[in-house]
């Protein structure tokens, strides 16, 4: 039986200016670097407080990355979403959308990574909620396989 999550990965073109969005931007710990033994070149981060890995794979015999809208995204929580996004537009990452704000004080808003992954930062509200979705919006999660 699967016991729980371990990393996710997305593959990218350019690699180290991704490696500086996801510490420079987001704050992530980089846990391990190394290359496979196919030739992938491997990134490995950590957020504060967690214990799943994000990884980063540049394979150059795959081609250029190129992501689809509302492909996918990774959700991180943030303890002030205005002060993140004062950050993030400094380093010349803007918001792509939002901060959205529920009545509670929860927030969520989106950032787009180098390669046009798209990153959610939620706010929880001081009663721990954070926004929520109207479920017509939001009903799964799917994982697409060959």
Same mark, same amino acid.
């Given at each position: 039986?699967?016991?729980?999550?371990?990393? @996710?990965?997305?593959?990218?073109?350019?690699?180290?200016?991704?490696?500086?969005?996801?510490?420079?931007?987001?704050?992530?710990?980089?846990?391990?670097?190394?290359?496979?033994?196919?030739?992938?070149?491997?990134?490995?981060?950590?957020?504060?407080?967690?214990? +799943? +890995? !994000?990884?980063?794979?540049?394979?150059?015999?795959?081609?250029? !990355?190129?992501?689809?809208?509302?492909?996918?995204?990774?959700?991180?929580?943030?303890?002030?979403?205005?002060?993140?996004?004062?950050?993030?537009?400094?380093?010349?990452?803007?918001?792509?959308?939002?901060?959205?704000?529920?009545?509670?004080?929860?927030?969520?808003?989106?950032?787009?990574?180098? +390669?046009?992954? +798209?990153?959610?930062?939620?706010?929880?509200?001081?009663?721990?909620?954070?926004?929520?979705?109207?479920?017509?919006?939001? @009903?799964?999660?799917?994982?697409?396989?060959?």
């Amino acid at each position: 039986m699967i016991k729980r999550l371990l990393h @996710t990965r997305y593959r990218v073109s350019d690699l180290e200016k991704t490696v500086s969005f996801y510490k420079e931007v987001l704050g992530l710990e980089e846990t391990r670097r190394h290359t496979s033994g196919r030739g992938s070149q491997l990134v490995f981060f950590k957020a504060p407080g967690g214990e +799943e +890995e !994000v990884e980063l794979c540049k394979f150059d015999g795959s081609g250029p !990355v190129v992501i689809g809208p509302d492909l996918t995204h990774l959700a991180f929580e943030v303890d002030d979403i205005e002060e993140f996004a004062k950050h993030s537009a400094a380093k010349g990452y803007p918001l792509s959308d939002g901060p959205h704000k529920n009545s509670s004080g929860g927030a969520i808003a989106f950032i787009d990574a180098p +390669e046009g992954y +798209e990153i959610e930062l939620i706010q929880r509200g001081p009663d721990g909620s954070a926004l929520e979705r109207p479920c017509e919006q939001h @009903t799964h999660t799917a994982i697409s396989a060959p």
